[in-house]
């Protein structure tokens, strides 16, 4: 299978992925339902509740997408900023936000970039990002800017795609990537290129020990929780007090 042409490996890849996304923006959530049966939504809900959010938090959602992390932190109560570098993205975001009750807190969205997090240092309670550190140019730099505006005994999930340690488990993975996903991209969004990118990413993303070592040796306690025989891997870490 030819590659899509979207992955690139350092400061190219954020315009790069910008335009994908910016194609893809009215079917993200359709399509993300359709490519995992639904679970995202569970793998999402989990993620939120293993932070243990109390109502009145401050929370960031980096590389927020349409939302729907955002949404249910609000959700929980919490005063949300989801940020995300796409605009159209962000359009789909806001649209949804319109459904919240108005008795939760209404989150707010942000155009940015998450190497540069526009916030002051310990600004945040909880930090989320879900499906968007294999999108940045330099990952360790992405994990430096969470740890940075995160306060002292602030909790962050990040929730990606794994790599499953059994060889058949992983060859079954990899051929549904290779031929289901962007089939399915391009049925309902007319671009297979877009979902072909997943599994080029995929190929091009450390395991989730690499992350979990960059968090710890920030003074971090870390942990990990898998889906799926490791298809899935949701990092949790706290920043300790200080």
């Not at 923006?25 to 959010?53: C, E, G, M, T």
């Not at 955002?70 to 796409?86: C, K, M, P, R, W």
Request: hydrophobic share 40%.
């Amino acid at each position: 299978m030819k590659e899509s042409g979207y992955y690139q490996a350092g400061v190219q890849r954020a315009e790069l992925v910008t335009q994908l996304f910016s194609s893809i923006a009215d079917r993200y959530d359709l399509i993300n339902d359709l490519q995992s049966f639904f679970l995202h939504r569970y793998w999402k809900h989990r993620a939120v509740w293993r932070l243990r959010p109390k109502s009145g938090e401050s929370a960031l959602d980096i590389c927020c997408g349409t939302g729907d992390v955002t949404e249910i932190l609000s959700q929980n109560g919490l005063n949300t900023v989801g940020l995300d570098f796409n605009a159209h993205m962000l359009d789909r975001a806001r649209l949804r936000a319109g459904s919240l009750s108005q008795s939760v807190p209404q989150p707010t969205y942000l155009l940015g970039n998450a190497l540069q997090l526009p916030f002051p240092d310990e600004s945040f309670d909880c930090i989320t990002m879900s499906y968007g550190l294999r999108n940045l140019a330099d990952f360790s730099l992405g994990l430096a800017e969470m740890v940075r505006v995160a306060r002292p005994a602030a909790r962050m999930a990040i929730l990606d795609f794994g790599k499953p340690r059994d060889p058949l488990l992983r060859k079954y993975y990899f051929d549904y990537l290779t031929w289901s996903v962007p089939m399915i991209g391009q049925l309902f969004a007319g671009d297979r290129d877009a979902y072909a990118y997943i599994l080029e990413s995929l190929q091009h993303f450390p395991d989730p020990e690499y992350f979990m070592k960059i968090l710890k040796d920030q003074g971090l306690q870390v942990q990990q929780e898998s889906f799926l025989g490791g298809v899935m891997s949701l990092i949790l870490a706290q920043k300790l007090n200080s």
